[in-house]
C-alpha cells in the first residue's frame, strides 16, 4: 500500500504537469458569455432551492449546533478531522522532519470558527502514529477512513455526509504563511474508477491558496477525474481578482447542476464549465490545509516557499461557516456509484 503522501504527489504532479505544458495557450474565458450557464447565485427557497445545512461552528467542538433542514434525513454527526496519517513525505531523506502530517489534534473549534493549526513541533503527543518531531496540520471532512489510513482512497469508507449536485459554500480566512495552502473540495469515493470520463466521480477543487507569493492576487480551481494515474484528467482555471484573498475572510462557494459546475469568490462567478461530463454520483466534502514537504511546491504548479518554524497565529486556517443547499430540481439525475461499470485504479 502506498503511502499518502505519495498518492497526493501523483495527483498534484499530474495537475502540475498540464499547467506548465498549457501555460502557453490562452485561457478560454468563453464560459462568461456562454448562454447555457447561468452565473446567479442560488437562492433559498426559491426555484426548488432548499436548506440541507448550515454550520456556523458555534460550539466547543464539532458537529454542535449545526442547523439542519427540514428535508435533511441523514446523520448528524456529519464532520471528522482527516485522516490521521502522513500526508507528504519529505523531498530530502536527510531531513524526515519536513514530512508533513495530518493529526486530529491540530483542529479546534473557537469564537464560532472550526481553526485548523499548522505547527512545527518537536516534541508532539497524540494517539497516533505521529513522530514526536515534525510538521502537523489537518482538516475536517464529511468522510470517515475505515482500515488503513495511509491509503485514503474511500472505496470502503463511510460518508457521514455527501450529496449529488446543490450549492456549496464556505466562509474562510487562509493561513498566511509560507510553505501552506488551504484548500475547499468534495470528493467521490470512486473517482479512480477509469472509462466514465468525470461522471463517476470527479474530485471538485472549488479553491486551492496556493497563490501567496503571486504578484496579483489569483485564485485556482480544479476538477479531475479517472484517477491519479495515466489514466488521470485535468481540467482547470486561475482567476485574477482584486482583492487581497490572503486578507480577512473570503466566501467560495460551488454551484454544481447536472450539467454544469459555477465557482463563486466573494459572489462573483469566477468559472463555469462542463467539463468532465460532469459528476452524477454522491461527493463528499473537505476543508485541509497542507505543508511543503521541504521543496516549496504547491498545486497549481505554484511556488509556495518552505514553511517556518516560528508557529503563530498567521499560521492558522479560520471556517467561519459551512452551507449546502440542495435543489428539488437535480434529484431525479443523481446516480449510484454502481450504475457505472469499470475497475477503480488503486494504484494511483
Same mark, same amino acid.
Not at 433559498?44 to 460550539?59: H, I, K, Q, S, T
Not at 427540514?70 to 490521521?84: A, M, Q
Not at 470528493?187 to 466514465?196: A, D, F, L, P, T
Not at 514553511?307 to 452551507?323: A, G, L, Q, R
Given at each position: 500500500?502506498?503511502?499518502?503522501?505519495?498518492?497526493?504527489?501523483?495527483?498534484?504532479?499530474?495537475?502540475?504537469?498540464?499547467?506548465?505544458?498549457?501555460?502557453?495557450?490562452?485561457?478560454?474565458?468563453?464560459?462568461?458569455? /456562454?448562454? &447555457?450557464?447561468?452565473? +446567479?447565485?442560488?437562492? !433559498?427557497?426559491?426555484?426548488?432551492?432548499?436548506? $440541507?445545512?448550515?454550520?456556523?461552528?458555534?460550539?466547543?467542538?464539532?458537529?454542535?449546533?449545526?442547523?439542519?433542514?427540514?428535508?435533511?434525513?441523514?446523520?448528524?454527526?456529519?464532520?471528522?478531522?482527516?485522516?490521521?496519517?502522513?500526508?507528504?513525505?519529505?523531498?530530502?531523506?536527510?531531513?524526515?522532519?519536513?514530512?508533513?502530517?495530518?493529526?486530529?489534534?491540530?483542529?479546534?473549534?473557537?469564537?464560532?470558527?472550526?481553526?485548523?493549526?499548522?505547527?512545527?513541533?518537536?516534541?508532539?503527543?497524540?494517539?497516533?502514529?505521529?513522530?514526536?518531531?515534525?510538521?502537523?496540520?489537518?482538516?475536517?471532512?464529511?468522510?470517515?477512513?475505515?482500515?488503513?489510513?495511509?491509503?485514503?482512497?474511500?472505496?470502503?469508507?463511510?460518508?457521514?455526509?455527501?450529496?449529488?449536485?446543490?450549492?456549496?459554500?464556505?466562509?474562510?480566512?487562509?493561513? /498566511?504563511? &509560507?510553505?501552506?495552502? +488551504?484548500?475547499?473540495? !468534495?470528493?467521490?469515493?470512486?473517482?479512480?474508477? $477509469?472509462?466514465?470520463?468525470?461522471?463517476?466521480?470527479?474530485?471538485?477543487?472549488?479553491?486551492?491558496?496556493?497563490?501567496?507569493?503571486?504578484?496579483?492576487?489569483?485564485?485556482?480551481?480544479?476538477?479531475?477525474?479517472?484517477?491519479?494515474?495515466?489514466?488521470?484528467?485535468?481540467?482547470?482555471?486561475?482567476?485574477?481578482?482584486?482583492?487581497?484573498?490572503?486578507?480577512?475572510?473570503?466566501?467560495?462557494?460551488?454551484?454544481?447542476?447536472?450539467?454544469?459546475?459555477?465557482?463563486?469568490?466573494?459572489?462573483?462567478?469566477?468559472?463555469?464549465?462542463?467539463?468532465?461530463?460532469?459528476?452524477?454520483?454522491?461527493?463528499?466534502?473537505?476543508?485541509?490545509?497542507?505543508?511543503?514537504?521541504?521543496?516549496?511546491?504547491?498545486?497549481?504548479?505554484?511556488?509556495?516557499?518552505?514553511?517556518?518554524?516560528?508557529?503563530?497565529?498567521?499560521?492558522?486556517?479560520?471556517?467561519?461557516?459551512?452551507?449546502?443547499?440542495?435543489?428539488?430540481?437535480?434529484?431525479?439525475?443523481?446516480?449510484?456509484?454502481?450504475?457505472?461499470?469499470?475497475?477503480?485504479?488503486?494504484?494511483?
Amino acid at each position: 500500500m502506498k503511502k499518502l503522501g505519495c498518492i497526493v504527489l501523483v495527483c498534484l504532479l499530474v495537475l502540475g504537469t498540464v499547467l506548465l505544458f498549457g501555460c502557453s495557450k490562452k485561457q478560454d474565458d468563453s464560459w462568461k458569455t /456562454n448562454e &447555457k450557464f447561468d452565473l +446567479s447565485i442560488p437562492v !433559498l427557497n426559491r426555484d426548488g432551492w432548499y436548506l $440541507v445545512f448550515e454550520d456556523d461552528f458555534n460550539g466547543t467542538k464539532l458537529n454542535e449546533n449545526i442547523a439542519f433542514g427540514e428535508k435533511y434525513t441523514g446523520n448528524k454527526e456529519i464532520w471528522t478531522t482527516s485522516p490521521h496519517a502522513i500526508r507528504w513525505e519529505s523531498q530530502d531523506e536527510q531531513k524526515p522532519e519536513q514530512a508533513c502530517y495530518w493529526c486530529p489534534e491540530m483542529v479546534e473549534v473557537k469564537n464560532s470558527n472550526a481553526v485548523i493549526h499548522s505547527r512545527y513541533e518537536e516534541n508532539h503527543t497524540c494517539n497516533g502514529d505521529c513522530p514526536s518531531k515534525g510538521r502537523f496540520t489537518s482538516g475536517i471532512e464529511t468522510r470517515k477512513i475505515i482500515g488503513d489510513n495511509n491509503s485514503n482512497k474511500g472505496t470502503d469508507d463511510e460518508l457521514l455526509f455527501s450529496q449529488a449536485f446543490g450549492f456549496f459554500e464556505c466562509k474562510v480566512k487562509f493561513p /498566511n504563511s &509560507k510553505g501552506l495552502w +488551504s484548500a475547499f473540495w !468534495l470528493q467521490s469515493s470512486n473517482m479512480r474508477k $477509469v472509462g466514465n470520463e468525470g461522471q463517476d466521480g470527479t474530485e471538485i477543487d472549488v479553491y486551492e491558496s496556493a497563490f501567496i507569493n503571486s504578484k496579483k492576487s489569483k485564485m485556482g480551481h480544479a476538477l479531475l477525474w479517472d484517477g491519479y494515474g495515466s489514466d488521470g484528467k485535468v481540467s482547470d482555471y486561475k482567476c485574477l481578482l482584486e482583492q487581497d484573498l490572503y486578507n480577512g475572510y473570503h466566501t467560495f462557494a460551488l454551484k454544481w447542476t447536472p450539467e454544469y459546475y459555477v465557482f463563486y469568490i466573494d459572489g462573483e462567478p469566477t468559472w463555469a464549465t462542463s467539463d468532465g461530463e460532469v459528476s452524477k454520483v454522491r461527493e463528499f466534502l473537505r476543508l485541509t490545509v497542507e505543508i511543503d514537504a521541504g521543496d516549496g511546491n504547491g498545486p497549481h504548479a505554484q511556488e509556495i516557499g518552505q514553511f517556518s518554524h516560528n508557529n503563530d497565529e498567521n499560521d492558522d486556517f479560520m471556517i467561519d461557516y459551512v452551507k449546502v443547499y440542495q435543489n428539488e430540481n437535480f434529484e431525479q439525475y443523481i446516480k449510484e456509484d454502481s450504475e457505472f461499470e469499470g475497475l477503480v485504479d488503486m494504484n494511483n
